[in-house]
């Protein structure tokens, strides 16, 4: 995990020794962000540095899956964002350095999270004396975003979530022929799978999921449907859970041996199909199984 988050007391350390200031220094970490990309298909490593209210510093790289189409890529700055919510970043992120202008899709990404028009952005392919940092409103000026569709007070994205959900049964009676592994974790990742639901943004379609996935150690990672104002630059659960994957280890996908998606029964927006193909593609022997949720008030 370290590779991917760096402490506010080793940041302020690190900055000083330097001389220089917290934002001043996340530029010369982009490269150490890109070379944890994953990019089978392109081969282009993009890497984003985050610095959030908490003082603490994110990393997001670029992840792509060969044999999948390509909006199945998870971009830097998604990472970033997940990297952060996951990992109690805070409710802001008040910098952040990217190797590489962000493409459209991120500039709307990025627009669920609260205040993101004063978020500071440099762009590192350029010189890296005196970073020239400058608002996130400067390179997406007349955004569509929550405002235009929710009102003030839903949360957005690194807020508190809760939606109200609970498991509506127990699916893991149908279990046939699962490691004992598996058997001994599911309650854990149903629980799990349930908890990255109810933390889900998705105030759009009113479709929260989460999925838990298991690697071959027993180890759970839970990720949360982050969705967006423009539909098309959400990211799935199965994403944020495979962000929450590589920033605790890195291993390969093959690893990942168990999953449950936690999500409602009938749901105008279902998870269920992309995620199965998904991980039947990265990780064949994973079994992913299904829980149904009922809202409540
Ligand atoms: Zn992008």
Do not use: W
Request: some cysteine.
């Amino acid at each position: 995990m370290a590779k991917f988050i760096i402490s506010a007391s080793e940041a302020e350390s690190m900055a000083k020794s330097r001389g220089i200031t917290v934002p001043q220094l996340l530029p010369s970490l982009v490269k150490s962000a890109q070379a944890l990309a994953r990019t089978p298909i392109s081969d282009f490593h993009v890497g984003a540095v985050g610095l959030s209210s908490n003082g603490r510093i994110f990393f997001g790289c670029n992840v792509e899956f060969p044999g999948l189409p390509l909006h199945h890529s998870i971009h830097a700055e998604q990472f970033l964002i997940t990297n952060v919510a996951a990992h109690g970043g805070g409710p802001k992120l008040l910098h952040m350095a990217v190797s590489a202008a962000p493409c459209g899709h991120c500039r709307q990404f990025l627009q669920e999270v609260r205040g993101v028009s004063d978020i500071q952005i440099v762009i590192t392919d350029q010189p890296l004396e005196n970073p020239d940092y400058k608002p996130i409103s400067s390179i997406l000026p007349d955004p569509f975003g929550p405002y235009d569709l929710l009102d003030q007070e839903t949360p957005l994205v690194l807020e508190k979530h809760n939606n109200q959900l609970l498991l509506k049964e127990d699916v893991s009676k149908v279990i046939n022929g699962h490691s004992e592994l598996v058997i001994k974790n599911i309650e854990n990742l149903k629980t799990e799978a349930l908890a990255a639901a109810r933390e889900s943004h998705a105030p759009y379609s009113g479709c929260p999921s989460g999925v838990a996935l298991m690697d071959c150690e027993g180890k759970v990672y839970k990720g949360s449907y982050v969705e967006s104002a423009a539909y098309n630059p959400s990211l799935m659960p199965v994403q944020a859970a495979l962000v929450a994957y590589m920033v605790a280890g890195n291993g390969g996908y093959e690893r990942i041996v168990a999953a449950v998606l936690a999500e409602t029964e009938g749901a105008m927006v279902r998870q269920e199909a992309t995620a199965r193909l998904m991980l039947n593609h990265i990780s064949p022997k994973c079994e992913l199984r299904v829980v149904h949720c009922v809202q409540f008030d």
